[in-house]
């Protein structure tokens, strides 16, 4: 029997290269290896958009078809959406004894979040809703309705991990063995950098190429990367390691690469055309997924009955595992 694999994804916005070559291409290769569900977190998108509703149903679909794109196959991996499995949130609400709310308070991902929502929305704290303090209850229960063992997931989200591990030890220690302690592997071991040479590439920090962005929109996009600030003419040698454009040639023009680098470094390629080259490379790398994609935009019903399926194993494997959950709670009345 395959191990399970389980990882999640909030519904909020389309992939861009920085999920591609973070968690995307991890993803392909444990389709092979793994049992591998994948969630589409629309209760858990909801907790910062509970007043936007629209965003996370267009985006359920949407991120779908990006995941689609990037050749995730549905032969292979159970895609399903949260809500659609009613025992996630049952399990939300049994573990939600088993935690403190100092230790949700503590809990780094957590932490980072309220500050940053504390800048954004003043110092009053009135955002922090019982909801959002809770997620990590609630991803906890994600997890471990599938006994997921294996969850692949990116550096921020390791606190995540770390306190599923302690709510099963305790669900465990109090009721009995029901749970595998899970462990995360990182899927994220390569971070990419922003269009605006930040370390980070982000939907909210606006410095992102999306898959789906069109040739037009990636060309305004990299003729306005930043490049080495102390080349003014054309023909100044320049430091390609402070350059973005260089950053990405490394990435989608790995055959040419050297060549740049060179050209670059001995005053031989001004920025302009170093720039279209790339542009022209990332049409070719992004071509292919975009290709696919489309194939999905026109076909959306297939896409609806990949969920369909997904969510159907998805259910059934949560309603055993629900069982033995009640039986070791003690509330199995029938
Ligand atoms: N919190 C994760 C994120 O924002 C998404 C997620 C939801 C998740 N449920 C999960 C990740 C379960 C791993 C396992 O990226």
Redesign the pocket.
């Known amino acids: 029997m395959k191990k399970t694999i ?5 519904p909020t916005g389309n992939l861009h290269l920085g999920h591609l070559f973070g968690a995307g291409e991890s993803y392909l290769k444990l389709q092979d290896e793994y049992e591998f569900f994948l ?1 589409i ?1 629309d209760v ?1 998108g909801l907790t910062d958009n509970f007043n936007n509703p629209e965003k996370v149903r267009k985006n359920v679909k949407e991120i779908t078809m990006d995941l689609l794109a990037i050749g995730l196959d549905p032969k292979k991996v159970h895609f399903f959406i ?1 809500s659609k499995i009613p025992e996630i949130a049952e399990l939300t609400v049994f573990y939600s004894n088993l935690v403190t709310v100092s230790r949700l308070e503590r809990n780094p991902t957590v932490k980072a979040e309220i500050a940053q929502k504390k800048e954004l929305f003043g110092n009053n704290g009135e955002s922090i809703t019982y909801g959002f303090l809770g ?1 990590p209850v609630s ?1 906890a229960a ?2 471990t309705i599938f006994d ?1 063992e294996v ?1 692949p ?2 550096e921020d ?1 390791l606190p ?1 991990l770390e306190q599923c591990r302690e709510i099963v030890r305790k669900f465990n220690s109090i009721y009995g063995e029901v749970f595998k302690e899970p462990t995360a592997v990182l899927s994220n071991t390569k971070r990419i950098k922003g269009l605006d040479g930040n370390e980070k590439m982000g939907k909210s920090l606006g410095n992102a190429i999306f898959l789906i962005d069109s040739e037009e929109t990636i060309s305004n996009k990299i003729m306005n990367a930043i490049t080495d600030p102390n080349k003014i003419k054309k023909d100044d040698p320049a430091n390609p390691e402070i350059c973005m454009v260089y950053y990405y040639h490394k990435l989608v023009n790995k055959e040419n690469v050297e060549n740049v680098c060179r050209e670059c470094k001995g005053g031989d390629r001004g920025c302009v055309a170093c720039k279209k080259e790339l542009i022209n490379a990332m049409n070719n790398f992004l071509n292919p997924i975009k290709e696919r994609r489309k194939f999905y935009e026109e076909n959306e019903q297939i896409v609806t009955d990949i969920l369909k399926d997904g969510t159907k194993i998805a259910k059934q494997r949560a309603e055993n595992q629900m069982k033995k959950i009640k039986e070791a709670m003690m509330i199995n009345y029938d």
């Open positions: 389980l990882t999640g994804l909030r969630e977190a858990q949260q997620y991803q994600d997890i997921g969850v997931v990116g989200q995540l």
